[in-house]
């Protein structure tokens, strides 16, 4: 709040009150006549989600307003569809008119901050309290050694199974948090498709870019590739590397032997019966389990190279620069992250993975299969996707690179297209 001259009329006379805080002296006043402060509004936006996490958010909003009544908060929250989330951003960044806190998927968290449109975290929480966090969240949400994003939750990718399906065919699962080396993946998928059972679902019939990055990416890392040097922002030379070309040439196996669909019709073939396996996320968990029981499955993504890696990332939440109420802001996040007011319920929504590891308490699920298998990946190989301004473009680029490639185009003439489609951004 700005200060400035108050008139109050006292006695019949007008007193100026100098470099009196406007809100001071109402709380001031408020409180001697045994009123509730005047209220402050933190206005705050959110991609709409699914319906059962939206109903969860208006929640957790309305259990805030509650606690935070006495103090004189209030928050507000404002929902835009997923497609128009980040237009909506980019157009009150233009006009100056930010909300106070707002959501950020955690592959643009960098390209917000090169706009200088987030407020660091880091003098805010403490170093015990980051601790508590998955270090995929912290990660995702650290640009240069500042912390801008905190998140609730985290995502896991997954290979998903059917036991009988595979003691049937004489198929051996690994140990837990074992992955497959990709010659032995291939070999499963042949067995499978000679006793006449569909392999593997990949779900080429996503529309969004982000799943096709976020599913395939982990391959392109166990093959040693990146996508983009993000240090020297070098894009060709990484993204057609002759790493990342051999990782997708034996990727472009699965559909050239028929062990996955190229097009597919149903959304969700595994659950169906259709196939013996599905490469998916955490929030096919819950479903899945309830279709199989027992039957149910689970192991890493198989590996290319020597070691396996696993996606994360996911949306988490951010302060506006603009805002000029930064500490009720930091109030919402400490919120919506606390295991109980904030992880708890959104988790129950959503089904996606706790944040923290005070909150796993909470979960016993994830003792147990498949939901420990998601905690085991995140802490032991759990790598965020490329933090860097350009990424909307690189991930354009590359998903159509993979749908290309997927229905049969060249992979090294593809790869060269998309890296120079993205240099050329990048040297602009």
């Known amino acids: 709040m ?17 470099r009196l805080s406007v809100l001071g002296l109402i709380t001031f ?42 103090l004189g908060i209030r928050a507000t929250i404002e929902f835009f569809p997923d497609y128009q989330y980040t237009e909506r951003l980019s157009i009150a960044a233009a006009a100056g008119d930010m909300p106070d806190v707002f959501g950020v998927d955690g592959p643009t968290v960098a390209q917000f901050v090169e706009s200088g449109l987030l407020h660091p975290l880091s003098d805010y929480f403490s170093d015990a309290e980051l601790d508590d966090f998955l270090d995929t969240i912290i990660n995702q949400g650290t640009i240069d050694g500042v912390l801008y994003t905190l998140g609730a939750f ?4 997954i290979l998903y199974y059917d036991r009988v399906v595979f003691d049937e065919v004489g198929i051996e699962s690994p140990p837990f948090g074992e992955a497959w080396d990709w010659q032995t993946f291939l070999d499963a998928c042949q067995q499978l498709k000679e006793h006449g059972i569909s392999p593997v679902s990949l779900h080429m019939n996503v529309t969004a870019d982000e799943w096709f990055t ?3 990416s982990p391959l392109i890392w166990s093959g040693e590739g990146h996508l983009i040097d993000t240090d020297a922002n070098q894009i060709e030379g990484v993204l057609n590397s002759p ?24 959304p969700n073939p595994f659950g169906a019966g259709e196939t013996a396996m599905d490469w998916n996320g955490h929030w096919m968990a819950r479903s899945h389990f309830e279709a199989k029981g027992h039957r149910l499955g689970v192991m890493p993504l198989p590996k290319i190279g020597d070691q396996p890696a696993a996606a994360s990332g996911s949306w ?26 904030g992880i708890v319920p959104i988790v129950n929504a959503g089904g996606a993975v706790p944040s923290r590891q005070s909150a796993f308490e909470f979960f016993p699920e994830y003792e147990e299969d498949p939901f420990r298998l998601f905690r085991f990946l995140l802490e032991s190989y759990g790598r965020s996707r490329p933090q860097t301004p350009l990424y909307p473009n690189l991930t354009q680029q590359f998903a159509a690179a993979v749908r290309d490639i997927a229905q049969g185009a060249d992979v090294e003439e593809r790869l060269n297209q998309a890296a120079s489609a993205v240099q050329r951004l990048a040297d602009r």
Not at 38 to 49: C, D, P, Y
């Open 2 to 18: 700005t200060s400035g001259p108050v008139y109050l009329w006292v006695g019949g006379m007008i007193t100026i009150l100098q």
């Open 316 to 341: 988490s939440w951010a302060i506006a620069a603009t805002t000029d109420k930064t500490d009720t802001a930091v109030r919402w996040i400490r919120w919506i992250t606390d295991p109980e007011t």
């Open 243 to 266: 790493a990342n070309i051999a990782t997708l040439t034996k990727w472009q196996a699965l559909f050239t032997e028929g062990f996955a669909a190229r097009n597919p019709m149903n």
């Open 29 to 70: 006043l408020s409180f001697g006549c045994g009123q509730v402060p005047q209220t402050e509004v933190l206005q705050i936006w959110s991609h709409q989600g699914q319906e059962a996490e939206n109903r969860a958010m208006r929640e957790i909003v309305a259990a805030f307003n509650e606690t935070h009544a006495k």
């Open 154 to 157: 985290d995502s896991a990718l």
């Open 214 to 216: 976020y599913a395939f």
